[in-house]
């Protein structure tokens, strides 16, 4: 194969599953190698020599910090490499979105990166793994993908690590973005941006974690009270991200507790269970030490969460201006 060198990083999902049968539901995750799956797209001569290396063979639902940081470590080793010219990561869908904000906050943004997933098995009828795939080769190949972070490849679109979210759990369509749209739209042919690259500097915005400190993830729901705070903090939760109702509001008892959680110094931001919108800061959050979400999704204001405490950054202020950058 001639053409841009990509390196692809597997981890399973779905993109590497396999049901035995096209119409088989229950098929696993993670059962084709990075091998079998380069020889199966050899075929498709997409323009790119592809190399690959196994990180893990999972379901994303088992993403682990021990997976994280090998992934880290084999990405920073690949976007070092001089005759590199882009990533792509294969990922199950059901935690893209969480990897994909992990690596844009941690890696240097100089070449593309492009995270790609399938909603259906290989083996599945209509599987949409290998068009995905061919979509990714088709934006990892083109030098305009870099300076825009961690790209995730779903459905002809291309998202931004920032603002993609898995909206619908199952169809080929299941991805979507906000506050902003998709960044571009691609087929195997084709691929047209939208908006110029966003990310200033080339370098990494934080440190890759040397450990994952434990924040809690509150859901709420009707008459929810303080007591779950206290249980998290005596298991040594070092922040709070909270999905709390509507625009982040929350029951009183909890209120009181997580203040008081965050004038011991734990970081607490408000983020929404509802399925998409702001959370801006409200005016009692200067009163009560709280972090607004903002555009971010529980999930993901957690792993940002994580990623700013491991930085040594708790600063309620400080982590309210990381949670606003794109
Ligand atoms: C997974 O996340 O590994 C399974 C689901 C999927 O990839 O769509």
């Avoid at 379901?59 to 920073?76: F, K, M, P, Q």
């Avoid at 098995?121 to 083109?142: C, E, I, K, L």
């Avoid at 890759?208 to 993830?217: G, K």
Wanted: with cysteine; charged share 20%.
């Amino acid at each position: 194969m001639s053409g841009p060198h990509l390196h692809v990083l597997a981890t399973g999902g779905t993109i590497a599953g396999r049901g035995g049968s096209p119409t088989r539901r229950d098929y696993r995750p993670g059962q084709i190698g990075i091998d079998e799956f380069l020889a199966r797209i050899e075929p498709l001569a997409l323009g790119a020599r592809l190399t690959g290396g196994q990180v893990a063979n999972i379901g994303s639902e088992d993403i682990s910090y021990a997976v994280w940081a090998r992934l880290h470590a084999s990405a920073s080793a690949a976007l070092d490499d001089p005759a590199v010219d882009g990533l792509i990561i294969t990922h199950g869908t059901d935690t893209a979105e969480e990897t994909a904000l992990l690596l844009d906050r941690t890696l240097p943004t100089s070449k593309p990166i492009v995270l790609v997933g399938a909603m259906r098995a290989a083996d599945a009828v209509g599987s949409d793994g290998w068009r995905n795939f061919a979509n990714a080769v088709q934006v990892a190949r083109d030098p305009a993908a870099a300076g825009r972070g961690v790209l995730v490849v779903m459905g002809d679109l291309v998202h931004a690590a920032r603002d993609v979210r898995k909206a619908i759990t199952s169809g080929t369509g299941a991805f979507r973005s906000f506050p902003r749209g998709p960044v571009a739209a691609v087929t195997p042919t084709s691929l047209e941006w939208f908006a110029d690259p966003w990310r200033v500097g080339a370098g990494a915005l934080y440190p890759f974690p040397a450990a994952m400190p434990e924040v809690a993830l509150i859901h709420c729901c009707a008459g929810l009270d303080g007591r779950i705070v206290a249980l998290h903090r005596a298991a040594g939760a070092q922040g709070f991200v909270v999905a709390g109702f509507g625009e982040g509001t929350m029951p009183e008892p909890l209120r009181t507790a997580l203040r008081e959680a965050a004038a011991a110094g734990l970081p607490v931001v408000r983020a929404t269970r509802v399925d998409e919108g702001l959370v801006d800061r409200a005016p009692d959050d200067d009163g009560d030490g709280f972090i607004a979400a903002r555009a971010l999704g529980p999930a993901k204001a957690r792993i940002l969460l994580q990623v700013l405490i491991a930085a040594g950054l708790r600063d309620p202020a400080v982590i309210q201006q990381a949670l606003e950058a794109r």
